[in-house]
């Protein structure tokens, strides 16, 4: 009897690790990479079919790569507003 | 009498004589040994005319919008590349080493080194349905496992919807279509 209510535990045990395993989406962001946008400035955007789903695709992910870059240099400057400042007054 | 008979001698010869075989070991079932000719076109023709009987009532749900592809895109490159490639890689152990050699997926159809059906071959709603089931049943025996088990529905047509667009992905646009940032959580405002 005892081996048997260990053999069932054990089967529970596998199975419900078994689907903590399921490929979540949220893993994916393990490993993130930036998409390399400038081969989308060769491309000849007049010959885009912007109806389609895979230009559609891309400009978005370019789009919000731009967003991202923008918002990362923005920070940069504000953190180093020395940077910024053109006027360097002489010093005496 | 005597057909019953001698027809029940037979059957009973056979089944003796198979499993003699099969217990015997002689069959070499090494992945880089390849299966005798006739034995590839059973399979095949078995493995593609149950593909097509269990997908023909499959509804095929609108595949076109830019979220499905981005969605199936991840996927694919996380789950798939070893062993079905990518626009620009050739070869991977994966697929060098299984048998039968997973499709190159970033290929055209008639570039694969697989048999279709002819009617996935030319009819995107049937391609589509074909890959749903692949994905979602896997192969027995093949080493294309089934999918459905961990992953809904919506993910796997947003991989089928993936897969159909993937044959003529640049590598450049490849990598932009599959390239994640990381989690939003970690922007800050």
Redesign the interface.
Known sequence: MNIAKISVFLVAATLSLSTAYAHSTKDRSKEPKTPQCDSMKDMNHAEMDMNDPLTQALMRQCAADEKTKDSKELERSNRNPMTNNSDHSGHH | MKIIKYTAISSLLLTVAGLGFIYSGIYPVGADTPHFQATTWALTTLRESSISRSSEDIVVPDL????????G???YN??CTGCHLQPGVTESDMAIGLYPSPPNLSGTIDGHGHSHSQAANTNPEAQAKRLFWIIKHGIKASGMPAWG???DDERIWAMV?FLQ?LP???P??Y???T?????DSS??H
């Not at chain 2, 076109?64 to 969605?71: D, F, H, K, Y």
């Not at chain 2, 390239?179 to 989690?183: L, P, Q, S, V």
């Open positions: 076109g919008s830019p979220e499905l592809l981005l969605a895109g991840a996927d996380e789950m088990p961990t992953h919807a667009r003529e992905l640049t450049q646009q990598q932009i279509l390239a994640r940032k990381g989690d922007s800050h």
